[in-house]
């Protein structure tokens, strides 16, 4: 399907998407929002650099599930990731309910419903690897093809590998498919290592 290859169909999916997910979720959004604020000391949000298209940085949202002040840096390289997490930062991560505010960055096209998850500014080996493969072209997504196939558990080059796969691959049906999986994925806490 051209128009989705070249990005402007699933541009325009995405955006009525992230709107009609925005208005029917803002009751759980607020919840989420109050929980944080009185779990945990520090702002709701956490904005962190991450890499975008072309490799190109934006700021992306999350609700805040570790304490204020911890390093940025991926979970996996902290020595000891769960004494960071707020009272209810484990339950916001296995729910991915930490994740609703990135509808922002779908809305303002840093980010697509589908693609590679966005990499930390400072996850050299991934962004060199993902630049080297090409798959730096797509926009990143708030879930993708290595998500569902192993989230944080893959080491860079297998994400990188999924990446690429997806880039091969992606269509309609593609992503059709990997939203449904990530439902199904999200209900079973699958692949959150933390």
């Avoid at 940085?57 to 999350?62: E, G, N």
């Avoid at 990188?160 to 880039?167: I, S, T």
Wanted: proline share 5%.
């Amino acid at each position: 399907m051209r128009c989705w290859e070249s990005g402007i169909m699933k541009r325009i999916v995405d955006m009525v998407l992230a709107g009609i997910a925005a208005m029917l979720l803002v009751i759980p959004v607020l919840l989420v929002a109050i929980a944080v604020k009185l779990t945990s000391q520090g702002p709701v949000l956490y904005w962190s650099d991450r890499i975008g298209r072309n490799n190109a940085i934006f700021k992306m949202p999350k609700f805040r599930s570790m304490q204020f002040g911890t390093p940025a840096v991926a979970t996996h390289l902290l020595s000891n990731p769960d004494s960071y997490l707020t009272p209810i930062g484990s339950f916001l991560r296995k729910t991915s309910l930490d994740e609703l505010p990135q509808l922002w960055s779908i809305l303002k096209g840093d980010m697509s419903f589908v693609g590679p998850r966005p990499a930390l500014f400072n996850q050299s080996d991934l962004i060199m690897l993902r630049t080297k493969m090409g798959v730096h072209e797509l926009t990143p997504g708030l879930t993708g093809w290595a998500q569902i196939n192993g989230r944080d558990e893959l080491s860079v080059s297998e994400k990188v590998a999924l990446d690429l796969e997806y880039r091969n691959r992606h269509s309609t049906w593609f992503d059709i498919y990997i939203i449904f999986m990530t439902a199904m994925k999200v209900i079973r806490s699958d692949g959150i290592s933390h």
